[in-house]
T-cell receptor, first 112, second 114 residues
Framework: QQPVQSPQAVILREGEDAVINCSSS?????VHWYRQKHGEAPVFLMI?????EQKGHEKISASFNEKKQQSSLYLTASQLSYSGTYFC?????????????FGSGTRLLVRP | DTGVSQNPRHKITKRGQNVTFRCDPI?????LYWYRQTLGQGPEFLTY????????KSRLLSDRFSAERPKGSFSTLEIQRTEQGDSAMYLC????????????FGQGTRLTVV
């Protein structure tokens, strides 16, 4: 059930771009993206809904391929504050309720 | 609305003792999740409530773990006869009813079993 994220880690220089991928074996209703900094709780970034609607961060974009059950998070012109671990959460229906399961994360380090 | 609140923030306990954690979700959020997170890993699903009903409990949990959400408000997670392998960050998250809504996380309770 756990989605698979890739890559596991990324190191960037400030201003560079990165793409983080997330794939699931389940039929998804939505994909969530969160960022977690060391010692802090995960913070919501974006949600992508089945059907194409998106809600989230102004400076971060993402895509959701419903046929492949895959999502990608695009970080452009990275800033030092982007450093952290990014988790995708996949939401699917199970036993008449929605369940939110997270991947193991992608560590992103942005250097000056 | 002050967000999701978890108490205590830190707990150190001796092996074999019982511990209980509390989560106060954002008011009017019907859904409440418990996750466990170890270093370098993503939040691992433990259990899930819709109002006061516990809809699912992870097969990864032993019978030592139990959770309640009386009256559909705050929730408690109890671990009986703690083991060193229980040491982790325990995260609570809440969201409004229905699909397609983001989950809001609390700051977590860090458990250390010595």
């Amino acid at each position: 059930q756990q989605p698979v994220q890739s890559p596991q880690a990324v190191i960037l220089r400030e201003g560079e771009d990165a793409v983080i991928n997330c794939s699931s074996s389940k039929a998804l209703y939505s994909v969530h993206w969160y960022r977690q900094k060391h010692g802090e709780a995960p913070v919501f970034l974006m949600i992508l809904l089945k059907g194409g609607e998106q809600k989230g961060h102004e400076k971060i974009s993402a895509s959701f391929n419903e046929k492949k059950q895959q999502s990608s998070l695009y970080l452009t012109a990275s800033q030092l504050s982007y450093s952290g671990t990014y988790f995708c959460g996949t939401e699917f229906m199970m036993d008449s309720s929605y369940k939110l399961i997270f991947g193991s994360g992608t560590r992103l380090l942005v250097r000056p | 609305d002050t967000g999701v609140s978890q108490n205590p923030r830190h707990k150190i306990t001796k092996r074999g003792q019982n511990v209980t954690f509390r989560c106060d979700p954002i008011s009017e959020h019907n859904r409440l999740y418990w996750y466990r997170q170890t270093l370098g890993q993503g939040p691992e699903f433990l259990t899930y409530f819709q109002n006061e009903a516990q809809l699912e409990k992870s097969r990864l949990l032993s019978d030592r773990f139990s959770a309640e959400r009386p009256k559909g408000s705050f929730s408690t997670l109890e671990i009986q006869r703690t083991e060193q392998g229980d040491s982790a960050m325990y995260l609570c998250a809440s969201s409004p009813q229905g699909g397609y809504t983001e989950a809001f996380f609390g700051q977590g309770t860090r458990l250390t079993v010595v």
